[in-house]
């Protein structure tokens, strides 16, 4: 009713204002139709693409990966570079 009457023209009637705000509320209710049916549709492709990228389900353990962490030796040789050194200047 607010839009009607925001939209209302000079010597409009009550009854010219009421089928206007009729009108625009069936509108409104058409676009909320569209756009739940817009959705559905939308979520069904969904379900479906995701139906059809899933793999098949496997009744196999899974292994877990044995994970190595290797360290770089540059950080270990300038430790031991710097406690000789260290070494060095303090008995010199």
Avoid: C
């Avoid at 549709?41 to 899933?54: F, G, S, T, V």
Wanted: charge should be positive; charged fraction near 30%; glycine fraction near 4%.
């Amino acid at each position: 009713m607010r839009i009607a009457r925001g939209t209302q023209r000079p010597g409009q009637t009550k009854q010219q204002t009421k089928l206007i705000s009729q009108g625009i509320k069936k509108g409104i209710e058409h676009y909320k139709k569209q756009q739940s049916a817009k959705a559905r549709e939308l979520d069904k492709r969904r379900k479906k693409a995701m139906r059809e990228n899933d793999p098949p389900v496997s009744y196999e353990p899974e292994i877990p990966e044995k994970v190595i962490y290797r360290q770089h030796w540059l950080p270990w040789v300038l430790l031991i570079l710097s406690w000789l050194a260290f070494a060095a200047y303090w008995i010199v």
